[in-house]
């Protein structure tokens, strides 16, 4: 036996040994996308640093606050030779939030689906700073933010410190939403960070060793078994089927005297669960979940939770219900963070519930300050009303319609009437500000934007006055919707901010946005266009469903296969791509661990 | 890419799932070391649980203090056909502590050095209970533990309860031992326990993340990348390997503006590293040190500790020296936990430093009790000295000397003088009662135990009186050594008990132990002797020095695939096996993680 490892293991250290740093080369190159001049870098060491230093009075200062998934996008294509970059953030790591669920119940190990900032901004040589610190306040104005570290004050040297900034990228994300619930923040779990998720794991063996203790009623072991999830969205839905699994699979066998005692509740205060997603979908996963034993109650709202109670009230016959739990998972919404809020307060959207952006990502009524993520909204320019325009502390109410603007510079003969003619002259324009433009010929079934201007008859019309023009954009707006807060969302934006910052100084001089009907000219870029690619909802026992992008949906054990595929390729790196099917694989063969640490 | 992967995993899944049947059954065929009679255990279902019930009332009541190295091996050879065993420990897991100074740097991962406790007793048809709880008070009048669960009060039910034993083996191993030094409990790291470690690897990055925040001077940034150990013992200079292998193969590559400030300092009172090592090994390890720059003060004993500095005395001069840290390790012997000092207390062991055992590892005065593990210490009997004899309370001085009545046993004509056969007749018991003498015999490079009763001059003498043989076996009692707090001497120390706890029956009407020289008859059982299979040292950069049975030392990189070989096949189940020497292959080519979770 000895002998067989002893043998083995030298073989496999001599192998990898030799292959480490043709694999290191490799990962590199595989990561990078490409080769790295490392060589040049070497050679042209000297000359390269006097370049450097010489650049780095001219660069522009970006802080970037956040290492989520709309930082490190941003971070990954910024083109770092026209910006001094510092990144800060009070996590030192990049973690992939879609497979939080699967660590909550050990299905995957937390370290798996982290990768340290550091080593994703190594690969750009260096240039980009990071510091592990939370940002404590934006300051507008004077074009800074006050940042301190939260590493234990027992160090030496201050925790807090001040940066300049010329830009400034708010990515940090947003806080569980309590919906200011009693309780909630005391007495639930959430699944919003890794070490919450590690909690929750914590949490359900605690559950069932304290269910097993001598000395305990019938009763009590049933309480202290009944987990309840609340929120029925794609996260609660996808923690309910990986903690069944995780019961039904591996906490059955080690706890046999409680097994029948368990029980899960899914909470959820509309009509299905799912709701953002195809009914299909839904309705199979309600049956999934029905057959499972996990309890679905929709139409249920969350009054109040206690120590060892949930209340809620019943939204059809308002009738009050408590049931005992033995743990709580909170899973409804995102909030705001603290330092947004006040932000928001100093920039006058103070009575708004998310900050909001206009549709090149940039804070409404600032010029250099950025935000995307879940920490932000875009806010889309409508239409038909009128538009608001807010900046430090003043607001002005601009009356003018923008449909009036549109027509205005679209009639080129001051005729008071559109000719088709002159309507496609600006019908690209529109349809790339005002991207509900297209969207409402989509439900319509409508092919040419010219559409638009038939008549009720669904005749041509050769030319159209402004109440004729504002009639046929009646119900555009009508298109607009806020988009999810999902990782995709945050990957297309930070991806679409780099790409801006990029072109920056030639998109001065040559702009390619849509034309500014009111002012005349250009907008410098084109605004953010988000393009859905489908979404995920793994139900447990290998089985998923998933929407996929041309309205498929699609079902079952191979669309568990097909997330699998997915998620393993969508990776940040090869390492923690070969962990988490590394912990797919341990999984299959050993199970789940079960110690608490 | 992805239908790369989804290939790939589409395979990879059906092949396991193929063969995840095979596999569980191979794993358990392995670990059981045989084939566990399932197909026997269904079929007569109904029967054996009658047949059960009415062994249950008859079988003893065992209960277990912990789950560490020396319980979980007196639990994997039990019988539990005659016993009824509950194991009570907070925690769930059994912990293969050798590896912990690797879990500190991230080289293994937590998990993969815990397997759950239910899963090692599961294997023994679920008759084992397991409690998880911390045992509050052992009551040896009354026969009883009170025991209370750490899980946090929200959970329903009552936490504390009380269990009965006949039978009470304590292994909960020792805690930390500060010697009552000031500010050691308040501002060091210890490793003793996986969270122990866990900590550690969190500290070392803050401790690297704070050192690169912007606004502190040279001066703090060198304090906070000070690392200081306690202790020149296996672990301390163990884990100091493993930190310099961290900082300079992973953190001085993603932390290159400090690179240059980074410190590592090890504090040892003894004149050596290693003292308990061959001198060679000693040594060796301070020279791989030096080169390595980690530096080692022999000779410093380590007067208090504080948030920021930590004050030592020089040996030989008496000098003050305070050196500023940014971490402090703790790592030098054991102390005895608050449970075990209480029930010493109960019995009348209060002076003592470590609860005593007699050779059979019973607890010295009690009949029922047994203590093994890093708890307690085997009192070995000497054969000059006057023994003391201690039980609930009282103490009876018994000063007849057992030279004396091993004389007077062997003197069976009563004539005043041992002929050699006489001497011959009880040799073996002597041996065996005495281990002292053997190893004696050993250190004077003496064959035969005949050799002993040679005169000055060295000639055979015929006769010998009982002060010619006081004399002859004057200087025995200095070979009594305690047994060194390691993982080795649990192991052995937990087969030998259950070992005896299976032949009880069997023993009580044929004793195999030695004979009662005093009394008369002859012991139940042989006591336990431990036998020293050697021990190893990592020393960093894949070197690492080792004692191997029959004096050999070996060094070297060699060594180190020899510690991989052996820590492999060590492993507790198949499953942390895999998990290790996948974490030491991801090292190589990945390296550790610098995630601060």
Redesign the interface.
Known sequence: ??LL??VL??Y??IY??RI?KK??FL?VYYSSGGLLAYADSNTNGAKSISVQCQNETQKKKVVVLGTGWASTSFLKDLDISSYDVQVVSP???FAFTPLLPSVTCGTV???SI???V??II?KRN?EIKF???ECLKIDPENKKVLCR?N??E??????E?C?DFDYLVIAIGAQVNTFDTPGVLE?CLFLKE??DA?RIRRTV???F??A??????E???K??LHFVIVGGGPTGVEFAAELHDFIHEDLV????SVKDLVSITLIQSGDHILNTFDERISSFAEQKFQRDGIEVLTGHRVMSVS??MINMKTRSKGEDISI?H?MVVWSTGVGTRPVVKDFMEQIGQGNRRVLATDEWLKVKGLDDIYALGDCATVDQKKIMASSFNSFMFTSILILQEDISAIFKAADKDNSGTLTIEEFIDVVEDVVIRYPQVELHLKSKHLFEVTDLLKDVDGSDREEIDIEGFKLALSHVDKQTKSLPATAQVAVQQGAYLSMCFNKREKCKSEPEGPRKFRSGGRHEFRPFRYRHLGQFAPLGGEQAAAELPGDWVSMGRSTQ??W???Y??KQVS??TR??V??DW??R???GR?????
């Open positions: 036996m000895l490892f002893c293991f030298g496999i250290y990898i040994f480490r694999l290191q990962l996590r030192n790591y190990e937390a370290r982290v990768e340290p550091r080593n190594k260096g510091w592990e610190a570290s590493i234990d027992n160090l030496a040297g201050s925790n410190f940066l007495h890794v070490e590690q063996i605690d559950c060793e304290k097993v203790l001598p000395e305990l009623t009763e009590e072991r309480t202290n066998k080690i706890y046999p120590q060892r005992p033995g296969w097909l699998y595929s997915i393993a390729s090869w390492r070969f962990l099917i590394g694989g341990r299959f063969i050993f661990d079960s110690s608490r640490i």
